[in-house]
């Protein structure tokens, strides 16, 4: 089964901003996003945004979630490390309609496990957000220590972003047994690592994402389509898994 | 467009694998766009190195218009032991590079035996490639520090730090000229920047084929989707990895010269 025979119905759970100055980026996103048949994607703030510039980060993704709507979801950030004003930013963001927190504790300078991030996962509990995280960097972000968050935070579906591309690979489906509420998102990863958790842990806690700019739907596309999965699973891995898991509908 | 890999292994044992025969792997390679490989232990960077350098020259032996075998040792070995595996695999096995990972093999940068050994490699024309990308012991810079002593031995980062690393890769690069990057594991953004920042002609392609077709076919598609030209694609793909290892007229045997004749 082809993704292609999915065309416009793809819903990608991992693109980013690659700048804050969004004439340059979103044009070129937007792009991307047609050549492929992307749907809708969920988007993450640039670097800048999600490691200081959190206010301002937030309102660029809401003007852009109201500007392109149906077509861009956001993703809030909140430096851990701004402890009652990064709470105050995620609250103010969920309330004008972002759809989860985006960590990147290699980018915001923290362990998943510290207790810094606590505050934030706390509020996210309280809103019913979900929690992605950049995984792959030894210390910081790797898949046991979101496993261990998810853990402590049984209610908040966590997303393991990038699947710990590249060398936590061998942690991927042990931490995804660890903890329900952990789910896969393809990007960057290898092929044999995603339809091995798929194997395991079945295709609902997969969500197709392009990790668009580091990688690209061309690559990451035909990635999935060379697993052969069936239909019904290609289905929740393009696009109903986060539909239900980010509360979108294109 | 003909793709000479320069990042493949000989599946083992190891990791939960299974050998498959090289013709099977031929096959594969060539149905996936390849022209030629480099190709490297698997088994033999967790255990027997000497063994597996073995089973890796006897399993490419009727094939080395394609293949062209890494044998690989271990520093922990000691430095004449290890330079003593690192002759015999060159001059007895036909050994066309040396292949070390620090991470799997257990051994710091800072090992007294690297030095010599990669001495000795660069002596005896065989490029050294690394595992590289991952902490404690194979990140970039740590590799590019012992390339620095032995400017005569052609050193190679076999993954161009990864998606965590690359920058560290790419100023490792551009410092080092007996520093070649192999492209096997960026992403596509990551690999775009390292085309575009670091000298072309220090630029391998590589896939980690061996473990699956999929990984050949990707590593492709993402070359193809960082945009990069024709020529590029040709000179990283092609004249790169040859310039570094050239074709040898076709035999059976391997190469029968004692170490004296090439020193």
New interface residues.
Partial sequence: MKVNNWHMKIVDSAMRLDSMETDGAVPSMLDEMDRFGIACAVVAPADAAVAVHNVAGNLQMVDLVTRYRGRLFGLAVANPWFGRDAVHAIEGAFARGLCGLFLHPRRQGFRLTESIVQPLLETCRRHRKPVYSSTGTPVCAEPFQLAELARQFPEIPFVMGHAGYSDFWYDVVPALKQASNLMLETSCQVAGVIDGAINVVGAERVLYGSGWPRSSPAVEIQKIERMNLGAAALRRVMRENAMKLWGIRP | MNLIDAHTHLPGRSFGGKPRPIADLRREFANAGLCGAWIFTTDGLVMEAEKNNNILAEAVRGDRDFFEPFGTVNPHAGEDAAIRELERMRFELGMRGLKLHP?LQGFSLTHPSVKPILQRAGEMGLPVLFHD???PYSHPLQIAAVAEQVPSTMVILG?AG???AYEDAILACRRHPNLFLCLC?P????LAEIVRRCPVDRLLFGS?GG??S??I??AI??F??AGLSQKTLQTIGCENPRRLVPKQPRRTDPPAQTHQHET
């Fill in positions: 991470w990308g991952t902490p993954h990864l998606d965590e594991g992403s596509c953004g990551p980690d473990f699956g999929r990984v076919e990707t598609a993402k193809h989707a």
